[in-house]
């Protein structure tokens, strides 16, 4: 890493020079369930063919597919029921010329069928509820079957020796169900990020303690948690720094474990923002200026701690907007590359502004906005309102972010513009 460097960068240049330090975290096992988000860090290799065996895939009897030609409602085949076969079980029976078998959804074919009919398609639904079909010893079908009609085949799923998933692979819940189908109980995935979190200033307050004149509660540690477990890290909350070298000091000491240390506050021109003192003390800074708005005070840099060990530091703007959109600017991928995930880029679509986005001093302006789609089936962009760094319901109350680049003064209502989408499923 560099040293101090005042000079406003690009965010592209401030994600890339965070990406280029951060690495993929090394390889853990954990239960399955608990692997949902991670990266599969080796190839699962299936031990066996699913489904093990030929079997039925709806409720039925098991027939010989030519035994059903020509069958009618005026004119059914009768067939000699040999055996009830459940679902989990195996029957010795064989069905011959002119027989069936009751069987279950998932219960392994008979020998000697070679289709299903489904219950649907005999008179087994025309009989009374409480009887027993199969104590009849008969059953009438009225369509006719093709061969393999309703049956799964073994191993049509997966073959064994089969790489049904890549390492690299990121665990969704239908990734869930697949490894539970291996008779997997545990996985081995990149480890998640442990991210310690520390708010500094004097005036902060942790919430629920009482709040003394000229004092506000802290929005940013717990805003930036919750996108931190979002993101699948896992957020160790260090409290409050004052506004002093030794006490923000010892609060950075504490968070020397984890995998990364995110600040907010302290990074500005201010008497008391002392964040960039320590760091440039406790190790090195790389960056601390970033051509954008909100945020353009984000330090970035590394602490070394006595192991010897570099700890990246994203020492976010004390605005809570700032810091949350900083963080999802240049936190969220750097997570995202300790997972082992590559897709942390957010989509970008084009929508028709309905207000005016002024952008007087040169940055790119990320500007809180809701997308949604309009009756001529265009996106269309309204902004949440007053833009201040301070509002954080301005945020809340977004699904989307402007990208209104740095050369461009103002956005004009009517124009188009590019916008990064922050939440779908909540867009009107």
């Keep these: 890493m560099t040293h101090f460097d005042s000079s406003m960068i690009s965010v592209e240049e401030a994600r890339e020079r965070i990406l280029g330090f951060v690495s993929r975290l090394e390889p853990v096992r954990v239960p399955l369930l608990d692997a949902l988000g991670q990266v599969l860090a080796a190839d699962m290799v299936a031990p066996f063919d699913i489904p093990l065996l030929d079997n039925t895939a709806m409720d039925g009897y ?38 069936a078998m009751r069987i279950m959804t998932g219960a392994p074919m008979p020998a000697g069928a070679d289709a299903i009919v489904p219950f649907e398609e005999t008179d087994e639904p025309l009989r009374g509820v409480n009887e027993a079909p199969a104590k009849t010893g008969r059953v009438d079908v009225f369509k006719p079957a093709g061969p393999s009609a309703n049956i799964r085949f073994r191993g049509e799923d997966v073959r064994a020796g089969q790489v049904v998933m890549p390492a690299g692979r990121v665990v969704r819940a239908s990734e869930i169900g697949v490894l539970s189908s291996l008779g997997l109980a545990e996985v081995q995935v990149h480890r998640r990020p442990v991210v310690a979190i520390l708010s500094t200033g004097d005036e902060v307050t942790e919430p629920g303690k009482p709040l003394l004149p000229g004092r506000i509660y802290d929005a940013n540690a717990y805003g930036v948690a919750a996108l931190v477990r979002k993101y699948g890290g896992i957020p160790k909350l260090l409290g409050i720094a004052r506004d002093t070298v030794e006490d923000l000091t010892a609060k950075i000491h504490e968070g020397f474990d984890a995998d990364m240390i995110v600040t907010s506050a302290g990074v500005s021109r201010g008497d008391f923002d002392v964040v960039k003192d320590v760091l440039a003390r406790e190790g090195s800074i790389d960056f601390w200026t970033v051509r954008m708005k909100p945020g353009k005070p984000l330090a970035f840099g590394a602490f070394r701690t006595p192991s010897g060990r570099s700890v990246p530091h994203l020492g976010l703007p004390g ?55 309009g009756e001529d089936g265009r996106y269309y962009a309204d902004l949440t309102g007053p833009q201040g760094s301070g509002i954080l319901t301005s945020m809340s109350a977004a699904n989307a972010l402007t990208i209104i680049p740095e050369d461009l003064p103002a956005a004009l209502p009517g124009d188009e513009i590019d916008v990064m989408m922050l939440d779908w499923e909540h867009a009107p």
């Design 319 to 373: 605005n809570p907007v700032s810091s949350m959109v900083s963080f999802e600017l240049f936190g969220r991928p750097a997570l995202f590359k300790m997972l082992g995930r590559s897709d942390w880029e957010r989509p970008v679509i084009r929508a028709i502004t309905r207000d005016e986005v002024r952008n007087a001093d040169g940055r790119r302006f990320y500007a809180r906005c809701v997308v949604s789609r």
């Design 62 to 99: 098991a027939v010989r597919a030519a035994d059903t030609s020509g069958a009618t409602e005026a004119a059914p085949r009768t067939f000699r029921v040999v055996a009830d076969l459940a679902a989990g079980y195996v029957s010795d029976a064989v069905v011959g010329p002119g027989e």
